[in-house]
T-cell receptor, first 110, second 121 residues
Framework: QKEVEQNSGPLSVPEGAIASLNCTYSDRVSQSFFWYRQYSGKSPELIMS????GDKEDGRFTAQLNKASQYVSLLIRDSQPSDSATYLC??????????FGGGTRLMVKP | GAVVSQHPSRVICKSGTSVKIECRSLDFQATTMFWYRQFPKQSLMLMATSNEGSKATYEQGVEKDKFLINHASLTLSTLTVTSAHPEDSSFYICSARVKKSGTSGGLNEQFFGPGTRLTVL
């Protein structure tokens, strides 16, 4: 089993809709979870960090963490074409190394 | 978030030459920096972890004599690709970890530089 699992997509949503991105992880010890956005040809950009169970909101983004079920999700409200990118879920493993999922490609259609 | 810069952003060189890439944390001190490589349509691949004042730790399969890493200060790490060959052409990205004080978990965030696109002819 991979340490971090993400659906590779592409996930296609119409402009203005809510995009829901999901991630499951195998390491129960991890306390820190992150969502990065990576545009094609660019480096990853940290958009959300979440450490506690529940929801964390930042603008149009909401991260949700459920440690018991070992999943973390990212909701993007009012999706815009500029949100089209690959979204990487990541966490620190037992060796304190940032471990990435394969990423979900999001396409927001005008 | 914290800012990490990288220079140069793009470099084209002839086979056999060496290329140095600089990575700086602009508004924080980074005790640990990381170097990644990414080929088109592929995932990030960690090459090495660099701690200030000590030797870098290389991932399996990464030649330490070919990819020289120096972490001279808390804000600067360099990667030198020695005797570059066309197969070394890739997108090289550095990353730095911020150490934050916190009350529960989640003490560190890791930020990425903009990357350096290396093309070896």
């Amino acid at each position: 089993q991979k340490e971090v699992e993400q659906n590779s997509g592409p996930l296609s949503v119409p402009e203005g809709a809510i995009a829901s991105l999901n991630c499951t992880y195998s390491d129960r010890v991890s306390q820190s979870f992150f969502w990065y956005r990576q545009y094609s040809g660019k480096s990853p950009e940290l958009i959300m960090s979440i450490y506690s169970n529940g929801d964390k909101e930042d603008g149009r983004f909401t991260a949700q963490l459920n440690k018991a079920s070992q999943y973390v999700s990212l909701l993007i409200r009012d999706s815009q074409p500029s949100d089209s990118a690959t979204y990487l879920c990541a966490f620190y493993n037992a060796g304190n190394m940032l471990t990435f999922g394969g990423g979900t490609r999001l396409m927001v259609k005008p | 978030g914290a800012v990490v810069s990288q220079h140069p952003s793009r470099v084209i060189c002839k086979s056999g030459t060496s290329v140095k890439i600089e990575c700086r944390s602009l508004d924080f001190q980074a005790t640990t920096m990381f170097w990644y490589r990414q080929f088109p349509k592929q995932s990030l691949m960690l090459m090495a972890t660099s701690n200030e004042g000590s030797k870098a730790t290389y991932e399996q399969g990464v030649e330490k004599d070919k990819f020289l890493i120096n972490h001279a200060s808390l804000t600067l790490s360099t990667l030198t690709v020695t005797s570059a060959h066309p197969e070394d052409s890739s997108f090289y990205i550095c990353s730095a970890r911020v150490k934050k004080s916190g009350t529960s978990g989640g003490l560190n965030e890791q930020f990425f530089g903009p990357g350096t696109r290396l093309t070896v002819l």
